[in-house]
């Protein structure tokens, strides 16, 4: 801009360049100041609410407002350098109206830049409302599942082992007010978020005896790892439903975290029977991680399922 209005004194004015730039040093600055001020005209008169000729009208007068408080910084300039040069009073005739219009434009150009980043601004926001949105009704499906699966263990619990199914609904209770504070927050500890998963593990270890053995593997460093709640318990749950229990003998749960290159990798492996019907399709609780990894991370999480050997894997990288 400085180059620009310099210039036209250069032309119209009949100066030398470099004093053009001389002289418009301080006019740059002040419209570097003025040209911050539609920010405010502009978020009071939003485009999508506010009638085009009151737009119109309210950003021209402020357009005119702006360029003749630049020219009468420009008058003063002009008076202070004719002491010195008395021919720069004579030329300031003919650049006035050249300089008032390039001004007038150029705080027309921004308030179409502040409307632009405003635009940019209220996308960016609806966007984030909307995972945020997305994000909690995915939250919402994990435990009104997962108590219905095991609402159904315990009603068959019930007839053939009483005292069995009484010790599941108080872990499962323990477990659901658990899970309920935890998943009021939008990220918790790595190491809370397997508590959780253990309090669940707690609850199906009623169910299965010692048909389910766990083993674990951590990286203590992995614990004060932030991530979003309620992401590990849906995988064991599919690991049960779609492994163990497919299994008359039972088997084990493989689970392991690391640290690596500030990425967070968890993953959890489970034998199974390729021929049970309920490991043609993934579980509910895959595609819900899925899901909400993808609206929390996008591209930068990731969820693999690797079939080998008739175990069953599943590996979550996420940002940490």
């Known amino acids: 801009m400085g180059a620009m209005l310099g210039f036209v004194l250069s032309i ?25 001020s539609p920010w405010y005209t502009c978020r009071a008169l939003p485009l999508n609410r506010t009638p085009f000729p009151r737009v119109l009208l309210s950003h021209v007068v402020a357009a005119g407002l702006a360029s003749s408080l630049v020219m009468v910084v420009v008058q003063i300039l002009f008076g202070i350098g004719a002491r010195f040069s008395p021919a720069l009073a004579d030329r300031l005739g003919s650049v006035t109206p050249v300089l ?16 632009v980043m405003i635009s940019v601004e209220s996308s960016k926001q609806a966007e984030i409302l909307s995972r945020e949105a997305e994000l909690k009704a995915l939250k919402a499906q994990v435990n009104p599942h ?15 082992d009483p005292k069995r199914a009484r010790e599941m609904c108080i872990r499962l209770s323990d477990f659901l007010r658990i899970s309920l504070r935890l998943g009021e927050k939008s990220s918790i500890p ?5 508590s959780l998963a253990s309090s669940y593990l707690d609850v199906e270890q009623i169910r299965f005896g010692s048909r389910l053995r766990v083993q ?16 590990v318990q849906p995988l064991v749950e599919n690991a049960i439903k779609h492994g163990i229990a497919s299994l008359s003998e039972g088997g084990e749960i493989l689970m392991s975290a690391r640290v690596d290159n500030q990425r967070l990798r968890f993953s959890i492996e489970n034998a199974f029977d390729p021929d049970a019907p309920a490991m043609r399709k ?7 991680v899925r ?3 993808t609206a929390r ?11 080998e050997n008739n175990v069953y894997k599943v590996v979550m990288t996420l940002p940490v």
């Not at 119209?12 to 911050?36: E, N, S």
């Not at 997962?146 to 053939?160: M, Q």
């Not at 990286?219 to 992401?231: H, I, Q, R, S, Y």
């Open 12 to 36: 119209f004015g009949k100066l030398r360049f470099i004093d053009g730039l001389v002289l418009t040093l301080p006019v740059t600055i002040l419209l570097a100041i003025v040209c911050l």
């Open 100 to 115: 008032a219009g390039t001004v007038f434009l150029f705080f027309l150009l921004s308030i179409a830049l502040h409307y």
């Open 297 to 307: 991370y996008g591209s930068a999480a990731r969820l693999d399922i690797q079939v």
């Open 146 to 160: 997962f108590l219905f699966n095991s609402l159904n263990s315990i009603s068959a619990l019930t007839t053939v």
């Open 216 to 231: 674990n593997n951590f990286d203590p460093a992995t614990a004060d790892c932030e991530v979003p709640p309620l992401l």
């Open 190 to 194: 790595f190491g809370e978020e397997l």
């Open 291 to 293: 899901n909400r990894l």
């Open 282 to 288: 993934s579980g509910f609780g895959l595609v819900n």
